[in-house]
């Protein structure tokens, strides 16, 4: 069963503007974190933020977790062409030992 | 620069056959998985493996089967591959004792089986 689920499933926007995906989790976690995933290449890792920790900034990347509401948000700003990818969540629930459960993750465009 | 090197890109395999998709990392993790990933789906834990010799069972083990004989080697084998077997499948390797850390992946096997 899928742990996190990714909103909104695509997104398409223009070069310059602002990309916010979001990711809303079941139960209790350790940590989330968010990957990109180029067509038909394996995931890339790009933030970890963990329970203890309302916001995390990466370059053009900023990810805010809010555990009350479970849920995360994951904003690019100033888009690129070169962002369009697929982007998911991961989460590390207290109950799931050494496994990350993926979210089946936001497709974005970036029409330049 | 950290690597996960898996086998090959893209298999064509017939009904009935055995597979074995290959994965090797150079960072000395002690953790690796194995993801396949479908649309709509998103990723799947089939098995994982915590060190050399053990494996645990994710999401969906049934029809797949993994070997760890070396620390830095983890092999997904599909007994007798099935048309729904037809997928991405994705290795992946991290450090994760508890608290799970970031995960590295190789760049995926497409998998067709007719």
């Known amino acids: 069963s899928q742990q996190g689920e990714e909103d909104p499933q695509a997104l398409s926007i223009q070069e310059g503007e602002n990309a916010t995906m979001n990711c809303s989790y079941k139960?209790?976690?350790?940590?989330l974190q968010w990957y990109r995933q180029n067509s038909g290449r394996g995931l890339v890792h790009l933030i970890l933020?963990?329970?203890?920790?309302r916001e995390k900034h990466s370059g053009r990347l900023r990810v805010t977790l809010d555990t009350s509401k479970k849920s995360s948000s994951l904003l690019i700003t100033a888009s690129r062409a070169a962002d369009t990818a697929s982007y998911f969540c991961?989460?590390?629930?207290?109950?799931?030992?050494?496994?990350?459960?993926f979210g089946g993750g936001t497709r974005l465009m970036v029409k330049p | 620069d950290v690597k996960v090197t898996q086998s090959s890109r893209y298999l064509v395999k017939r009904t009935g056959e055995k597979v074995f998709l290959e994965c090797v990392q150079d960072?000395?993790?002690?953790?690796m998985f194995w993801y396949r990933q479908d649309p709509g789906l998103g990723l799947r834990l089939i098995y994982f493996?915590?060190?050399?010799?053990?494996?645990e069972k994710g999401d969906i083990p049934e029809g797949y089967s993994v070997s760890r004989e070396k620390k830095e080697r983890f092999s997904l084998i599909l007994e007798s591959a099935s048309t729904n077997q037809t997928s991405m499948y994705l290795c992946?390797?991290?450090?994760?004792?508890?608290?799970?850390?970031?995960?590295?992946f190789g760049e995926g096997s497409r998998l067709t089986v007719l």
């Open positions: 991961a989460t590390d629930a207290n109950n799931a030992g050494n496994m990350l459960t």
């Open positions: 960072m000395d993790h002690e953790n």
């Open positions: 992946a390797s991290g450090i994760g004792t508890g608290a799970t850390g970031e995960l590295f």
């Open positions: 139960t209790s976690i350790n940590n």
């Open positions: 493996s915590y060190d050399v010799k053990m494996k």
């Open positions: 933020i963990r329970s203890n920790e």
